[in-house]
């Protein structure tokens, strides 16, 4: 089947098959940056070296500095000198993975995105793939995991993270999968759309339905440096993906506070047991008490704070501050900030 029987209602200057023959494809790379002074060069020669093999491609390299504090910035600035492809976002100050994204996303103007980490964990290569799975009719193509080689403690805690949000939210988000994927010019548009605060675009484009495909390959090393997702910013990220897609912790409140009510009816009536048919010892029972009083005060402590991370993004939502705040988009004229 060609692209043209896939796609026929898509207008021409949307489709990349339906365009002239000697247009060749554009591709936007968003690539985000956050204190990879290491890293960078290596990774960006590496992409340079795959795309050489794909002269039926275009491509823009949008980089997005997300307030690094080392030397990413000039070495991103150098590369924008030597390569009129790259384009650097440079963020006022860092505001996280997922905004980066969304930058890039909003900045990018090619017939497919492709969002990619920059620490070499994504390789190049398996971009072009996407690229392949994209033209023959896929319009979001996410890249999957097969292997990985983080450490234990992460594989596993990454693993129970995939499960846990499958199971409680609504949309079908794909195991084993991080922000590396394709989008569609189409899909990308829609995305930008998209403006909530604190986001989980992995998410948010698995909910948004369209032709979805997925590729596996084998997630390679970080060539350089740390990774800048400690735990807390990965429990952020997971409370973020809970909360932007499920309502079920409010829900197992209610449960709980069910089995908590329960239980408190059984205790109930023992202590009045205890009161009419065995009086001599209703003083004691010290430890009952504190049992039951530390019981309560945690679950509803816990309770609390579930509401407590529903309420602040309501709160992050009113406000309707913008995104992220750029300083300086270099190698192409300034389009746009956060607050479309
Ligand atoms: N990153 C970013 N802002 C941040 C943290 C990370 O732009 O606040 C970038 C980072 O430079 C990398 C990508 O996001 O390109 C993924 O980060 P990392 O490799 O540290 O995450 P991991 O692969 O360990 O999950
Ligand atoms: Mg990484």
Redesign the pocket.
């Known amino acids: 089947m060609t692209q043209q029987d896939i796609r026929p209602s898509v207008p021409a200057q949307l489709s990349p098959a339906a365009k002239a023959p000697e247009r060749r494809p554009l591709i936007s790379y968003v ?6 002074q290491d890293g960078i060069a290596a990774f960006h020669a590496e992409l340079t070296a795959a795309l050489a093999g794909r002269p039926d491609l275009d491509v823009e390299l949008v980089y ?1 500095n ?1 307030g690094s504090a080392d030397g990413s910035l000039a070495i991103l600035q150098g590369l924008a000198e030597r390569d009129d492809r790259v384009r650097v976002v440079d963020f006022a100050r ?1 505001f ?2 997922q905004i ?1 994204i969304t930058a890039g996303l909003d900045l990018a103007r090619g017939d497919a995105v492709i969002v990619m ?3 070499l ?1 994504d390789p190049p290569r398996v971009s072009l793939e996407l690229v392949d799975a994209w033209r023959e009719g896929a319009e979001i193509v996410h890249a999957r995991r097969r292997s990985r080689q ?1 450490t234990p403690f ?1 594989r596993a805690t990454a693993h129970l993270f995939y499960r846990l949000l499958r199971s409680w939210t609504d949309v079908d988000i794909p195991v084993d999968t ?1 922000d590396f994927r394709l989008l569609d010019r189409r899909v990308a548009d829609e995305l930008c759309r998209y403006r909530e605060r604190s986001r989980f675009v992995r998410g948010i484009v698995a909910s948004m339905g369209y032709r979805q495909k997925e590729i596996s390959f084998d997630r390679d090393e ?1 060539f350089a440096g740390e ?3 400690p735990l807390s ?1 990965m429990a952020r990220l997971a409370i973020d993906g809970v909360t932007s897609f499920s309502t079920t912790p409010l829900k197992l409140i209610t449960r709980l506070g069910f089995v908590v009510l329960t239980l408190s009816l059984l205790g109930i009536l023992y202590a009045l047991a205890m009161k009419f048919f065995r009086p001599e010892i209703t003083v004691s029972g010290w430890t009952m008490l504190m049992v039951v009083v530390l019981f309560l005060g945690g679950t509803q402590m816990l309770s609390l704070g579930v509401l407590g991370s529903y309420i602040g993004r309501i709160y992050s939502e009113a406000q309707g501050r913008p995104l992220y705040l750029v300083r300086e988009v270099i190698g192409a004229e300034k389009d746009g900030d956060g607050d479309r």
């Not at 690539?31 to 990879?36: K, Q, R, S, W």
């Open positions: 690539l985000p940056v956050y204190n990879e997005v997300d860092n996280g993975h980066a980490d920059t620490d964990q983080d992460k991080g970080r990774t800048k997702y910013k």
